[in-house]
T-cell receptor, first 115, second 110 residues
Framework: NAGVTQTPKFQVLKTGQSMTLQCAQDMNHNSMYWYRQDPGMGLRLIYYSASEGTTDKGEVPNGYNVSRLNKREFSLRLESAAPSQTSVYFC??????????????FGSGTQLSVL | RKEVEQDPGPFNVPEGATVAFNCTYSNSASQSFFWYRQDCRKEPKLLMSVYSSGNEDGRFTAQLNRASQYISLLIRDSKLSDSATYLCVVTSSGNTPLVFGKGTRLSVIA
């Protein structure tokens, strides 16, 4: 049972380059999330998708776009990478957003460096 | 006031010690509360939910104080393998995503 799979695990970009982080879950979850984690800042929500066909901004959406391709897949795109986007990115999923006892399952993370 | 606040630590304790972390939350309408554990360079994983009556899982005890709006995590007989960052997580309002604290780092020392 793979759970939440995100790719790539590591990526180095030059300023201005674009890239897409891929995420897929096999738990038939409705909700999917993208977080970034920086030292001393904790997990910050970038975007989320409460259901297939919907996406919403989180705390730090600027510089990112997302696509909920289908129920399984939720991608995060950096159109023009900046050094401030150097971070560890986590994808997560849950059965439903905001429900009592909602439990999040995380992918193993992507370490992104923007030079 | 931040929605969820935790003492960042680090808490450095010897093996066998008892250690407790607190977490305060600002939204009195929050319904669900959790502790997640995150090992260095790994993804967060659910440690335990926190129920109104308090709950225990082996050496771990979680409690909720709604009147004072805080939750706590008590670890008894600390093991080296308990070294990690412990994240306090709380529901926000309506159908909105969970809110994470910044985490409390624990180091258990031999």
């Amino acid at each position: 049972n793979a759970g939440v799979t995100q790719t790539p695990k590591f990526q180095v970009l030059k300023t201005g380059q674009s890239m897409t982080l891929q995420c897929a879950q096999d738990m038939n979850h409705n909700s999917m999330y993208w977080y970034r984690q920086d030292p001393g800042m904790g997990l910050r929500l970038i975007y989320y998708s409460a259901s297939e066909g919907t996406t919403d901004k989180g705390e730090v959406p600027n510089g990112y776009n997302v696509s909920r391709l289908n129920k399984r897949e939720f991608s995060l795109r950096l159109e023009s990478a900046a050094p401030s986007q150097t971070s560890v990115y986590f994808c997560a999923s849950s059965e439903a957003t905001g429900t009592v006892n909602e439990k999040l399952f995380f992918g193993s993370g992507t370490q992104l460096s923007v030079l | 006031r931040k929605e969820v606040e935790q003492d960042p630590g680090p808490f450095n304790v010897p093996e066998g010690a008892t250690v407790a972390f607190n977490c305060t939350y600002s939204n009195s309408a929050s319904q669900s509360f959790f502790w997640y554990r995150q090992d260095c360079r790994k993804e967060p994983k659910l440690l335990m939910s926190v129920y109104s009556s308090g709950n225990e899982d082996g050496r771990f005890t979680a409690q909720l104080n709604r009147a004072s709006q805080y939750i706590s995590l008590l670890i008894r007989d600390s093991k080296l393998s308990d070294s990690a960052t412990y994240l306090c997580v709380v529901t926000s309002s309506g159908n909105t995503p969970l809110v994470f604290g910044k985490g409390t780092r624990l180091s258990v020392i031999a």
